[in-house]
């Protein structure tokens, strides 16, 4: 099976990482196939940028030419993936809910260690939108801005794990999520300073791909997730409109 | 004060009726500029549609070149009203958000009624996410796709009032709220029939940016709606990289 | 428009005061006419006062003599509003609600900042039932006895603005709600020093009965409001009775 | 020990009827005590005489002179017990709660049936600020008013017996809860007919207080029911101000 | 009347102090008859354990001869209770649930001190599935193992009162329930440091066992309790099989 | 890696039908081991014989002699995970909340049939404790007890689909979950009837113990699954004293 793992930013290296994680957690027979959205904020970091990104997404998956069996939004806490679900047949799968979906299976509880402190409410409304903020302990800021992780991994960890560390003393964690795509890595560094399971986004998230697309499942259409109606519309898909790629590109079956 | 209100679609005789509703509901001396996305889709039925729409709003009014108090998203249960806030000094006011703080006002209950089926979530996560759905009785759907509300007035009446008289007898609504931006002006017909007062969003939207305004309120900036951060962004405004406007014409506050 | 602003104590220096700040956000056209009530006590700082005074407002409202276009309740979390909603046919407005709503447009989550620690859980409890918690952050206590704010607005200042900081800091407020009627117009002050916009409640009161008027909206009677069933009632209206005023001076309309 | 029952309304016979069910209930050595209100409506049914018999009641209890231990509010979702709990040092139990606790311990749910379809939500309010609605199925109305309860038994029966049945079948109710301090003595003909545990809530809430009394608990009076503060009160207690008793009466304790 | 009163582990010695804490609270005429399980953990402390008390609760009642009126279950937090009410046809009262009732009736939030750290989930959770958890301000552990209680009642008293007094500063609790059915006894002790009402789980079980056996009250049968179906069971009593007591032995009603 | 599939009665027939269903979930390289208990009930429906099964699972998986790497509890609503997890280094998957997380993946709203009416509270109490009822649309009944399922295939998927189609039009469900271990295989005659993804527990828990197994991930044993804390013990394992296995036969690790 492929997975397509689309990033949510305009970051190359971001993408290679993410794509990285997610080849070490597919199993034998998994292809990952990452890709880079073709417009966009280089990093998403509040609302204005993620819902720049969702479309960014959408676009980025449509322009993709060849077949996939599933699609992951690699981006923590960001819009967008209720629009993949109405585009696309098969199984579309957000790493913010893969996360929180396994934590859930291994503790009691869950705490989020994201980045900036303004993710925080982001990640906390797309929690609560997916039903799964009842077992959320806290969703803490490590005050790192998304691309200061690559750059400088070791206060990423320090700074990750003291928050970690707070979680499971003050909120009662049972469990950590790494709360931003580019934390992926990160995990082992982590636990070992925290005593507790880490768990990263986007293995998870190729997991409970791999394990839908094993049983056979995929998006209900029956209301929510419908595919759109046909309808008027200017300038879409924006990326084409913008000669970023090629509409004899997109694939078919969107 | 001037007050832009912005369609969320780009059917231009829509905005011109919600054009009329909000300039029917201004105080003396509220100017209202109604405002048309650059592209999008012809009306928003779904996240997809939605998630699109959310970031032609943003590029229309970053489009805007001219002065202005407040601005109203006038879509109702639409995606996107966290970016303006971002992006924007002044208030930001959603039409499904004040339609229901009006509405909250006036009885211990509502029911919102909407066009098809499949925006029924969609309008229940906004409304949750604003911590207004703990009053509301229920989102009923009339059946009528966006567009047909103009083209059809009398069975639009019809079809909503009789959503409108079981929200009252079989979910206790003592309010109904009108949910399409496309319903305004359907107030005194649907009221007459249901027997409870009526609201429609673009109207209360007036009247609760009149008041944010009045008052000297805007926007916290303390955290979630805090600015965007500087950052590289492709393609952005998209409006302006598609030549749908003249980057010069941008405002200068935003 | 009239607009009947009504004092939940006896304290004639605050219904002054709370009248100075209506008069204040009051549109040109809207008349406010501060009204105290006949009997109760001279502040209202727990549950056996607030209900005295619930009672005292109703039948202030009763004794007034001439016609009025909305009528807000002037105490911050006070018992009594339901009753006038049933009694009038105009819009009734509490400021502890109205503060709520407005708080809720323009920050994702707010903080009240009251009086003495005993009223924190009255205000919780009324914003609760006016499905209004959800995005209320805390509710804090200065410590200060009502009276006390206005023989002391130095040390008010302080204190109020104390909390304040720490409700942003702590409790992630991204907005304060002055939580008593007699804290009206230290707004400033307190913005100032916590770096949020801070609202009134008597102001937000005045404009969201100048929304409901402007747009000839009122409590709908269909049940939880409907008028009191004619019934013998003992010593009614009490104020009457006690001959603080003649029932001749009675409204035709309640 | 002694326990006084105060009936919320003015109607004798009623109160002499939630008498009989407060003896029957009452074990060996429990004295009851039942008092009518000095003022008030002759029924309670909506907030306006809800607030007024709040305050009638509290006036009732600081007329009585003697001694007694433990205070019963005998109204089925009213407002008020609060203040009592306020003025008093023994212990007050409400009737709708204390039904409430009871049906809780026998079943997984239960509902209330009540009088007028408007007494519906001043219930579910009453039962939400107790935290007690979350194992409620559901708050059902019969139609009867409360004074037609005494007068035409045999209707009443029928009608609250219909509504049982139709909460056990569709709302999931487990046990019944007779919604109105009139309603004490049809706990009998009701769960023949409704086929699951009746409960009266006056006959519960003389346990509840024989239970508190002997355990020798009372009212904490840390915060939310510390007394009232000392301070001026213009007419205050309202019925010997009306001349409805004499000051000289007043119990010591309170 | 004769309440059985069930230790869910089994040293005897704490079976005999809740007995003698059961005897202070009842009425005259209440009998206590406490009886140890005839097999399971020496005390109970987590899940595993829980469950297997749950049945050794289950066994040693169906093996007690004689008749009774209704049950204690003198556990705290402990599974089981469900199960007991599904046996048996008179009144069943969980320790837990019996404090948490009688908690609410005297103060608007209570607090559980109990013992490990490792209890906390687990009463949390009985707590929110009897519908008692939204008035539950916290629960906090003392860190003290329950066999610990009874062999250094000083430290026992010190540790709790410690986190009592937290609980009421810091959690804002206005009644403290101890959260293990071997600190019977402390209420006193604790309550002189903490200056809040202080209760205990056995104490208050018996009075509500004597409550619903004084009003005729008993489990609802329609669903979630209703007998076990008649069925193959494998070594069922399994104290029966285990030959630690002999079926003969075994009550008629059960 | 080698997988425990543990009915939760003692029905073999029923083990070897989930175990046919776990094998072909299963993805290659996964042994299925399917265990019956060696005492219990031979269906399990109420909460009496779901302890008693809780713990006749543990006690089977304590005397499986060998290694395996994760534990599916595959009975549907059961009690008894959280021993398991406490009991265990591996993973513990318990098939309601497989189902439901998968569930929750490919629709926003899902609803569970199971056997009887009785089962439907606990089945609910459950999901609400695994934080997992939120997006629950309804639990409903077929009618049917777990033994007719296999009994009476035809009459199971009639029953079953009927309750289906409800679920989806009027509960607006998304998703079905069969919501009983037994009725593994049933999936897609329920899903043409119904018209939506239909998900059995058991292949959604096998799908998810690889996905566990492959990241590494197992029980977090800070708090609530920290193992049992050593202590004199009667009479366990039961099974072992009962001369149901032999105490040589237990596995090291446990």
Redesign the interface.
């Known amino acids: 099976m492929k997975v397509l793992v689309v990033n949510v930013n305009?970051t190359q290296s971001m993408t290679e990482a993410i794509a990285a994680r997610a080849r070490q957690?597919a199993?034998p027979g998994t292809e990952i196939e990452a890709l880079t959205p073709?417009?966009?904020?280089?990093?998403v970091?509040?609302?204005?940028?993620?819902?720049?990104s969702?479309?960014a997404v959408?676009d980025r998956v449509l322009a993709y030419d060849g077949p996939y069996d599933a699609v992951i939004q690699a981006g923590f806490g960001e819009?967008?993936r209720?629009?993949?679900?109405?585009?696309l047949d098969v199984?579309v799968?957000d790493i913010t809910?893969a996360a929180a979906?396994?934590a859930?299976?291994?503790?009691?509880t869950y705490s989020v260690i994201t980045t900036l402190?303004?993710a925080?409410?982001?990640i906390e409304?797309r929690l609560?939108?997916?039903?799964?903020l009842?077992?959320c302990a806290s969703v803490r800021a490590s005050g790192l801005?998304v691309?200061e992780l690559e750059q400088n991994p070791d206060r990423a960890v320090k700074e990750i794990a003291e928050q970690a560390v707070r979680a499971?003393r003050d909120d009662?964690a049972?469990?950590i999520v790494l709360g931003c795509g580019g934390m992926a890595g990160l995990e082992e560094a982590v636990r070992e300073r925290a005593?507790?399971?880490v768990?990263d986004g986007t293995?998870?998230a190729v997991?409970?791909a791999?394990?839908?697309t094993?049983?056979g499942?995929?998006?209900?259409k029956?209301?929510?997730?419908?595919p759109?109606?046909p309808?008027?519309?200017?300038?879409?898909p924006?990326g084409a409109?913008?000669g970023?790629w090629h509409p004899r590109e997109a694939r078919t079956r969107s």
Not at 222 to 226: E, K, P, S
């Open positions: 305009t957690a199993a073709h417009f966009g904020p280089a990093s970091e509040g609302n204005m940028e993620s819902y720049l969702a479309v959408m819009h967008g209720e629009g993949l679900q109405e585009l199984p799968v809910e979906h396994l859930m299976l291994i503790g009691r402190d303004r925080v409410p982001q409304d609560a939108l997916a039903g799964l009842g077992r801005p691309l499971v009662r049972e469990v005593g507790v399971p768990l293995a998870a997991k409970l791999e394990s839908l094993g049983l499942l995929s998006t209900s029956i209301r929510t997730y419908a759109p109606r309808k008027p519309m200017t300038a879409w924006l409109q913008l970023l």
